[in-house]
C-alpha cells in the first residue's frame, strides 16, 4: 500500500512540476471560465411572468389513470387561450430531454403523467427561478384535483372521480455560467487525460516503466499508481473551475458534495483511458496532440458545446456511448437539485469505463512486457 501511495504522489508532482502542463490543464480552463462569467453577467433576470411552455409526459397504462391524465390535458388545452400558457408539441419527448429543456428555460414546466395505483400521479418539475410560473401551474394542478375528486367531476367510462396525487419537484437554477463551467470542465478534462496519457508512453519510452516494474512491486499497484495519479490531475482541473466559478463569480453549486465525487469518477474513468492509449501509442508528442483533436471533437458532441436536444435523436443516443456525455449530465442533474437515483446510469457507465479500460491496458501491458 505505501508503494501504491508513493508511485500515485509522484505521478501527481511530475505532472505538476511541468510548467507548461500546469499552465495547460489547470490556469487555461480557468481562465476561459472567468471569460465566459464576465460574458455571462447580467444575464440573469428578475422572475416575470410571461407566457411559457408546458411538456405533458403521458405515461400511464391503468385505463382510470388514462382517462384522469386524457381529462388533464384537455382542461391545460381548453385554459391555453387565458391561461399564460401554452402545450409544447414536439418538445421534450422523454424526461431527460424535457428536463434539459427547462434547465435552459425553454420550458416553463414539465408534467410527468403516471399510473399510481389507484390514482393518477402527477410529477410536476418546475423552475425555482420562475415562482410566479410554478405558482400558476401548481394553482392549476389543484383546482384540478379539487374538480376531479368532487361529485361535480366528469364520470366518463367511469374512470372518474379517482385520486390526482401531486408530487413537486422545483428544479435549482443551473443558468448558462454554470452550464458551461462543467461542461468546459468535462472537455478539458479530455487535454489532461491525454497529457497523462503522454507521460506514460514517456515513461516506457525512456524505461522508466521498465525498472519500475523490477521493484518488489506487483503489477497490479503500479498500474493502480499510475490511474490515480492521472486521475487526481483531471480531478483537480475540475475541482480548480468549481471553485474559481464560486468563489470569483458566486456560483453557488448545490450537492457540491456528490459533484465533487462524480468528478472523481469520471476522472478515474478517462484515466483508465489514458492508460489504454499509452499501451497504444508510441509518440508522445503526437498523442498530446492527438488528445486537442479528440477533445474537441468529443466535446462538441457530449453537450459540452452544445446541448444534446439540438442534435437529432440517433445522435443524441450515440453520444452516451462516450463517458463525456455521463458526466456532464449527471453533474448537471445534481446541480439542478434532482433525485441521486437519477445520476445512477452515469456512476454504472463511468464504472465500466474504467474497468473496463484498466482491464484491457493491463492485458496489452503484460503482453508486451512492459508490466
Do not use: C
Not at 498523442?287 to 453537450?303: K, P, T
Amino acid at each position: 500500500m505505501r508503494a501504491l501511495f508513493a508511485l500515485t504522489g509522484s505521478r501527481i508532482l511530475l505532472a505538476l512540476r511541468d510548467p507548461l502542463a500546469f499552465l495547460l490543464y489547470l490556469l487555461f480552463p480557468s481562465l476561459l471560465v472567468g471569460i465566459l462569467g464576465l460574458a455571462f453577467q447580467g444575464t440573469w433576470e428578475a422572475p416575470t411572468l410571461t407566457s411559457f411552455p408546458i411538456s405533458v409526459l403521458d405515461e400511464t397504462t391503468a385505463p382510470k389513470a388514462e382517462a384522469l391524465a386524457r381529462a388533464l390535458q384537455e382542461a391545460l388545452r381548453a385554459a391555453e387561450p387565458s391561461a399564460p400558457w401554452s402545450l409544447a408539441e414536439g418538445k421534450g419527448k422523454d424526461l431527460s430531454t424535457a428536463l434539459t429543456l427547462l434547465r435552459k428555460e425553454e420550458l416553463g414546466a414539465v408534467l410527468v403523467l403516471r399510473d399510481g395505483g389507484n390514482s393518477l400521479v402527477v410529477d410536476a418539475y418546475l423552475d425555482e427561478r420562475q415562482p410566479t410560473q410554478a405558482a400558476v401551474v401548481l394553482s392549476f394542478l389543484d383546482a384540478f384535483q379539487t374538480l376531479s375528486s368532487s361529485s361535480a367531476a366528469p364520470q366518463s367510462a367511469g374512470a372518474l372521480p379517482i385520486p390526482l396525487e401531486v408530487k413537486e419537484t422545483s428544479l435549482i437554477p443551473v443558468g448558462p455560467f454554470a452550464y458551461y463551467t462543467l461542461a468546459m470542465g468535462v472537455m478539458f478534462s479530455v487535454f489532461v487525460a491525454f497529457g497523462g496519457a503522454g507521460r506514460i508512453v514517456e515513461d516506457r519510452n525512456t524505461s522508466i516503466f521498465a525498472r519500475i516494474s523490477t521493484y518488489p512491486v506487483s503489477k497490479s499497484s503500479i498500474l493502480a499508481g499510475y490511474l490515480l495519479g492521472n486521475a487526481f490531475v483531471i480531478w483537480l482541473s475540475l475541482l480548480l473551475l468549481l471553485v474559481v466559478a464560486e468563489l470569483a463569480f458566486g456560483v453557488r453549486w448545490h450537492g457540491l458534495g456528490l459533484l465533487l465525487v462524480l468528478a472523481g469518477m469520471y476522472a478515474l474513468a478517462w484515466s483508465g483511458i489514458s492508460l489504454l492509449l499509452a499501451t497504444i501509442a508510441n509518440d508522445a508528442a503526437v498523442l498530446r496532440m492527438l488528445g486537442g483533436f479528440v477533445g474537441m471533437a468529443v466535446g462538441s458532441i457530449s453537450g459540452s458545446m452544445y446541448p444534446l436536444y439540438l442534435f437529432p435523436p440517433s445522435i443524441a443516443a450515440a453520444a452516451h456511448l462516450l463517458p463525456n456525455t455521463w458526466a456532464l449530465e449527471a453533474m448537471l442533474n445534481v446541480a439542478a437539485g434532482l433525485p441521486v437515483a437519477s445520476t445512477w446510469p452515469a456512476w454504472i457507465a463511468l464504472t465500466a469505463y474504467t474497468v473496463g479500460s484498466l482491464a484491457l491496458a493491463t492485458q496489452r501491458l503484460t503482453r508486451q512486457g512492459g508490466a
